[in-house]
T-cell receptor, first 117, second 109 residues
């Protein structure tokens, strides 16, 4: 158990809908990262937040957005869902060395499996 | 951008040694991570190398050569529970982590 929690574990929804995935980082960690893992794409970095502010952006679609709240939990919002958005979505956290731009190890949560029908 | 290559699959016998290679091309380098991922579960951290050489941690060791853009993960005394996917990940200058597609290791009795 990494100490990172994610809810829900599973989510089944229809195309065109909007969902929110939630992540609570390990106690004391300031950085939160979101990743998407699909069978054909592997693990892809989406976005990083550090202490409430966006720190780095990866291959995140415009239909997706995220935020980190004052209590450091984070939410990933996925809208206008398409079949291709079906994937495992992982949240990871790290202490946030060097203001979130360090090489600290990321610890992954159990993931949310999203199925879009 | 990043280009990270690792073999797709490897099979080995219980008690044996397996070496998983990873080659990378990256714009800037801030270290290389290895993660283990069992099917449907979260990746778990195994090792981090930023300087050349071998880092040993129990049954697992990781090697890095920055000049060659090359790393390997060595798994010794293989156990059935080591059957998993092993992900090589490179941290670039902008501190983003890019993952390889993973190597699925199957341990046979």
């Amino acid at each position: 158990d990494s100490g990172v929690t994610q809810t829900p574990k599973h989510l089944i929804t229809a195309t065109g809908q909007r969902v929110t995935l939630r992540c609570s980082p390990r106690s004391g960690d300031l950085s939160v990262y979101w990743y998407q893992q699909s069978l054909d794409q592997g693990l892809q970095f989406l976005i990083q937040y550090y202490n409430g502010e966006e720190r780095a952006k990866g291959n995140i679609l415009e239909r997706f957005s995220a935020q980190q709240f004052p209590d450091l939990h984070s939410e990933l919002n996925l809208s206008s869902l398409e079949l291709g958005d079906s994937a495992l979505y992982f949240c990871a956290s790290s202490p946030g060395l060097a203001g979130g731009k360090g090489t600290d190890t990321q610890y992954f949560g159990p993931g949310t499996r999203l199925t879009v029908l | 951008g990043q280009n990270i290559d690792q073999p797709t699959e490897m099979t080995a016998t219980e008690g044996a040694i397996v070496q998983i290679n990873c080659t990378y091309q990256t714009s800037g380098f801030n270290g290389l991570f290895w993660y283990q991922q069992h099917a449907g579960e979260a990746p778990t951290f195994l090792s981090y190398n930023v300087l050349d050489g071998l880092e040993e941690k129990g049954r697992f060791s990781s090697f890095l050569s920055r000049s060659k853009g090359y790393s390997y993960l060595l798994l010794k005394e293989l156990q059935m529970k080591d059957s998993a996917s092993y992900l090589c990940a490179v941290m670039s200058n902008d501190y983003k982590l890019s993952f390889g597609a993973g190597t699925t290791v199957t341990v046979r009795a």
